[in-house]
């Protein structure tokens, strides 16, 4: 069953880098579009950086010059680099893919959701 699987959360110092993945199982034709979201406590989730495939990314005010979203299809893997962390980037951070996937010697397009990562910054 295909599904996304993140990794790469951690404790960092602000000022400091984290590097998020988004792998994806199974027969996977092509990533459409990918969106990483982060929820901190009491806070509603966020969406902070998002691609389309072939299109420019686009980012929150609040991490634009600092986060990164890319993706390498060959490794069916989306990543957010988020670099001069600050205490308010400490969330739950998500990812959301648009994905083609070959299931059951069907092709399909659907969304799916990663686990979701805890990232946390000490100040």
């Known amino acids: 069953q295909l599904q996304l699987v993140e990794s790469g959360g951690g404790l960092v110092q602000a000022g400091g880098s984290l590097r998020f993945s988004c792998t994806a199982s199974?027969?996977?034709?092509?990533?459409?579009?990918v969106n990483w979201y982060r929820q901190a406590p009491g806070k509603q989730r966020e969406l902070v950086a998002d691609?389309?495939?072939?299109?420019?990314?686009n980012y929150a005010d609040s991490v634009k010059g600092r986060f990164t979203i890319s993706q390498d299809n060959a490794k069916k893997t989306a990543y957010l680099q988020m670099s001069s962390l600050k205490a308010e980037d400490a969330a739950v951070y998500y990812c959301?893919?648009?994905?083609?996937?070959?299931?059951?010697?069907?092709?399909?397009?659907?969304?799916?959701w990663g686990q979701g990562t805890q990232g946390n910054v000490s100040s």
């Open positions: 199974g027969i996977i034709l092509h990533i459409n579009k």
């Open positions: 959301d893919a648009d994905l083609t996937a070959d299931q059951d010697m069907s092709m399909s397009r659907n969304e799916y």
């Open positions: 691609v389309t495939t072939g299109c420019s990314a």
